[in-house]
């Protein structure tokens, strides 16, 4: 009896820090979702997009690319894989509605989470947005590089667990046969795409990433 007691507070403790990590890591949590579906006499293809910040800022630049090409939707929030609130809202949004192709890029928040409780839901997210429709093309985007604000020629103190971030994802990805976009490369050696604040990207960065998400759609 007193073994169980002592499992149950340790499981309670653990549940506690999860809690803590989920909501003091940042001041701000916003979602932000628009799904369309093509109609039968557009007759296209429905394409998903998302991520963060960097997906709510390409995601106009995708649309206009794709424009009589594709039907453009888009979920993006500040939830970070590894917040227990990021798969039910996920879920939640995403029932009903069936996409030919789903883009996913998330790593950049949820600093408190280590790269291991990152990873920790890889599997989970792909099979959530997959089990609908195993035919998707699911491409998975991974994390741009991190720079120090106003001095980007440095990176920041989070930007090797977005390195340790990104080798988890093409780990699992490389295993299941998922296609990864490499913002990553295209944005670790080209400080110039950068805003000052070294984590968004500018005019330039985010024409370069919507013309690689947009390319992906045949």
């Not at 039907?71 to 809202?89: A, E, H, N, R, Y």
């Not at 949004?93 to 990152?118: C, M, Q």
């Amino acid at each position: 009896m007193k073994n169980t007691i002592c499992f149950l507070l340790l499981l309670a403790s653990i549940t506690l820090q999860a809690q803590t990590k989920s909501y003091n890591n940042e001041t701000i949590s916003w979602n932000h979702s628009w799904i369309v579906k093509s109609t039968p006499a557009q007759n296209l293809p429905n394409v998903l997009l998302i991520g963060d910040s960097h997906v709510e800022r390409y995601y106009p630049v995708v649309n206009n690319l794709l424009k009589d090409k594709a039907v453009v939707s888009k979920i993006t929030t500040s939830l970070s894989m590894g917040d227990p609130t990021f798969m039910p809202q996920l879920a939640g949004l995403l029932a009903g509605h069936k996409f030919d192709y789903i883009f996913f890029n998330n790593g950049l928040h949820g600093v408190l989470f280590t790269p291991r409780e990152y990873a920790a839901d890889i599997s989970k997210v792909y099979k959530l947005l997959t089990k609908n429709n195993p035919s998707v093309k699911f491409v998975w985007v991974n994390t741009t590089a991190r720079r120090v604000p106003n001095q980007l020629d440095s990176f920041d103190a989070y930007h090797q667990d977005v390195i340790e971030r990104n080798k988890y994802v093409a780990a699992f990805c490389a295993k299941k046969n998922v296609k990864v976009l490499d913002f990553f490369s295209l944005t670790v050696n080209n400080k110039s795409l950068f805003t000052q604040d070294g984590i968004h990207v500018n005019e330039a960065g985010v024409a370069a990433q919507a013309s690689l998400i947009a390319a992906e759609v045949k």
